[in-house]
């Protein structure tokens, strides 16, 4: 299906016309798409923890700010040699009102490829059967920024207030460093 808007086009308006002719092509014309920005890590560290041998979480400076993600710092962690298969790191968030988007968009940099990257949010009761929702990605690429996304249409109509990132679910840890951006909320 699709939808038609009309566009009106003035040239040179509130001025008389003199006789000019003027043209144009190709108008392009953008609907937006809501984003709200769950954290970025460029302002002050939010208040985390690690859980399941997941160690030396925190602020650092992006190694390779370039191509899908530019900005200066990102959240890094290290899953430490030995780590539970569900060790993951986590921070609060103001909440996350769905509000007809589905989408989490979230900057990953992750040293090996095919690794699962699972986010989990919950709401005030912490982690509670039914009061929780989790989707897991796989990455694509190794040492290099990749965007990640994650569809939460299934998720329950809940005040999530906890944001959960688990890299290489399933698997023990190596002592491997992975690190996150620029996480959204995207219709």
């Given at each position: ?28 014309v953008?609907?937006?798409?809501y984003?709200q ?19 030396g ?21 290290v ?11 986590g ?10 988007a ?16 699972k ?24 040492n290099?920024w990749e965007?990640?996304?994650y ?26 460093t992975y690190?996150f ?7």
């Open positions: 299906d699709l939808d038609y808007i009309t566009v009106i086009v003035f040239y040179d308006f509130g001025n008389s016309g003199a006789g000019e002719t003027y043209y144009f092509d190709d108008l392009e953008g609907i937006g798409e984003v920005s769950i954290e970025n890590f460029e302002g002050e560290a939010p208040g985390s923890f690690s859980f399941g041998g997941n160690g979480q925190d602020i650092a400076s992006n190694p390779d700010p370039s191509g899908e993600n530019t900005t200066a710092n990102v959240y890094q962690f899953k430490g040699e030995g780590a539970e298969v569900w060790a993951g790191s921070f609060a968030v103001d909440v996350i009102d769905f509000n007809g589905s989408q989490i968009h979230l900057k990953s940099y992750s040293p090996e490829v095919g690794r699962v990257v986010v989990k949010l919950e709401t005030s009761a912490g982690n509670v059967a039914g009061l929780t929702h989790e989707v897991d990605v796989t990455t694509t690429v190794a290099q965007t990640l996304i569809d939460f249409s299934e998720a329950p109509d809940l005040e999530y207030i906890t944001f959960i990132v688990f890299y290489d679910f399933g698997n023990p840890g190596t002592g491997s690190m951006d620029e996480i959204q909320l995207i219709d």
